[in-house]
């Protein structure tokens, strides 16, 4: 099947469950001209994957024609610095100048962008569309913010993480993850890390329940950084968490 020229690797696509309603809505506004999305929300929300998961799919999306929507794909982490490596360009000013003489519609996505949007708002204005990531919402961007995954969703995400077929799940199944959902206040991240090693241990539903409940997590709020709670106190929450749940630990500072 045809796709764009890749300027850079597609991302990897990781197991993705749910989020159709964001999806759609960043597909919506992928396709209004000259402005830039931003995809906002607190640590661990799935900005990245929703991000992944809308490149992916762009790249293989065809016009009536049967040709790629996009002539030129870019998937870039941070900044422009693979670039000028790659070309061998000694500012970010040559690889925009490099980039706007492109022919054809062209797609950028870019995790965790500086906030500082002029240089991707430039980009638009030549027949890019931009959508990027940042914990905080960019000024002079279309913002999404990403908000908690819905409790059917989060019950999906939660037993493909834990090694079960969510289709297969029986009334007392269900009403049990929910609760521990619920307690992980359907946060993504949350639940992949509490699935994984629940499911490594092979710990019943009940003792996950039981584990949450005693310690009184609350995930969600040690990830919103930069709002509610300073850096010492996340850091010793982690580490907390680190203890109950070890693979926790690669999200300590």
Same mark, same amino acid.
């Given at each position: 099947?045809?796709?764009?020229?890749?300027?850079?690797?597609?991302?990897?696509?990781?197991?993705?469950? =749910?989020?159709?309603?964001?999806?759609?809505?960043?597909?919506?506004?992928?396709?209004?001209?000259?402005?830039?999305?931003?995809? @906002? =929300?607190?640590?661990?929300?799935? /900005?990245?994957?929703?991000?992944?998961?809308?490149?992916?799919?762009?790249?293989?999306?065809?016009?009536?024609?049967?040709?790629?929507?996009?002539?030129?794909?870019?998937?870039?982490?941070?900044?422009?610095?693979?670039?000028?490596?790659?070309?061998?360009?000694?500012?970010?000013?040559?690889?925009?100048?490099?980039?706007?003489?492109?022919?054809?519609?062209?797609?950028?996505?870019?995790?965790?962008?500086?906030?500082?949007?002029?240089?991707?708002?430039?980009?638009?204005?030549?027949?890019?569309?931009?959508?990027?990531?940042?914990?905080?919402?960019? /000024?002079?961007?279309?913002?999404?913010?990403?908000?908690?995954? @819905?409790?059917?969703?989060?019950?999906?995400?939660?037993?493909?993480?834990?090694?079960?077929?969510?289709?297969?799940?029986?009334?007392?199944?269900?009403?049990?993850?929910?609760?521990?959902?619920?307690?992980?206040?359907?946060?993504?991240?949350?639940?992949?890390?509490? =699935?994984?090693? %629940?499911?490594?241990?092979?710990?019943?539903?009940?003792?996950?329940?039981?584990?949450?409940?005693?310690?009184?997590?609350?995930?969600?709020?040690?990830?919103?950084?930069?709002?509610?709670?300073?850096?010492?106190?996340?850091?010793?929450?982690?580490?907390?968490? %680190?203890?109950?749940?070890?693979?926790?630990?690669?999200? %300590?500072?």
């Amino acid at each position: 099947m045809s796709i764009p020229s890749l300027i850079t690797a597609a991302p990897t696509e990781d197991l993705f469950e =749910g989020r159709r309603t964001d999806l759609d809505a960043i597909n919506t506004f992928a396709g209004i001209a000259n402005r830039v999305v931003c995809i @906002s =929300g607190v640590a661990g929300i799935g /900005k990245t994957a929703l991000l992944k998961q809308f490149f992916n799919a762009a790249i293989r999306r065809l016009n009536i024609m049967g040709q790629p929507h996009y002539q030129y794909a870019l998937w870039l982490e941070n900044d422009f610095k693979v670039l000028m490596n790659k070309w061998q360009l000694s500012s970010v000013h040559d690889v925009l100048d490099k980039l706007i003489r492109m022919n054809g519609d062209k797609l950028l996505c870019m995790d965790n962008a500086p906030q500082d949007p002029a240089q991707l708002a430039y980009l638009t204005e030549h027949k890019w569309t931009v959508i990027v990531t940042s914990r905080e919402r960019i /000024k002079e961007t279309i913002p999404y913010e990403l908000q908690e995954v @819905s409790i059917d969703d989060a019950i999906r995400i939660f037993a493909l993480y834990n090694g079960v077929d969510p289709d297969s799940l029986n009334i007392y199944e269900t009403e049990m993850i929910s609760d521990i959902t619920c307690r992980l206040l359907q946060h993504t991240r949350s639940l992949e890390i509490t =699935g994984k090693y %629940a499911g490594h241990k092979g710990w019943s539903l009940q003792e996950i329940n039981q584990a949450l409940k005693e310690n009184g997590l609350n995930i969600p709020r040690l990830a919103d950084i930069s709002r509610q709670l300073t850096d010492v106190k996340v850091k010793a929450m982690y580490e907390k968490l %680190a203890v109950i749940f070890p693979v926790g630990a690669e999200m %300590a500072f």
